[in-house]
């Protein structure tokens, strides 16, 4: 290894470090925007309740019933 060897950083790396020292609020308002859509709690009765309820599909979806 040469005498002055440095790391070497990505082009992508010093973007996303240059973007979170200008806005350092960055993660906290991703982490708040994630909660919104993603971090739910699950209702465990309801998705029993969907489970149970599911209509096995026909093999040829467009197929009439012969019944």
Do not use: C, H
């Amino acid at each position: 290894m040469p005498l002055f060897w440095k790391p070497y950083k990505s082009d992508v790396t010093n973007f996303i470090e240059e973007l979170k020292a200008k806005k350092p609020t960055l993660e906290a308002e991703q982490r708040a925007g994630r909660a919104l859509l993603w971090d739910k709690a699950l209702d465990r009765q309801a998705q029993a309740e969907w489970q149970q309820a599911k209509v096995p599909q026909q093999p040829y979806v467009y197929q009439t019933d012969p019944d």
